[in-house]
C-alpha cells in the first residue's frame, strides 16, 4: 500500500484516520485478498487496488 493513499482526507469528513479491513475471498480458495481501507471517523471507503503476488 502507498503511503500516499493513507495520508489523503477523507472526501466526506477530512479525518485522516484510516483502518484497513482485509476481506478474504474464500469462496474462490485462490488466496485472493482485498483490502479496503476506511475512514476511521464516518467509514467512507477509499477506493485501493492491490495486488499481492
Ligand atoms: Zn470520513
Known amino acids: 500500500m502507498k503511503m500516499e493513499e493513507l495520508m489523503k482526507k477523507c472526501p466526506k469528513c477530512g479525518c485522516k ?3 484497513i ?3 478474504i475471498q474464500d469462496e474462490h480458495r485462490a488466496h485472493a ?3 479496503s481501507i476506511l ?4 467509514g467512507y471507503e477509499f477506493q485501493s487496488e492491490e495486488k499481492e503476488d
Do not use: F, G, P
Request: glycine share 0%.
Open 17 to 19: 484516520d484510516k483502518k
Open 21 to 23: 479491513l482485509r476481506k
Open 33 to 35: 485478498t482485498m483490502k
Open 39 to 42: 475512514c476511521e471517523e464516518c
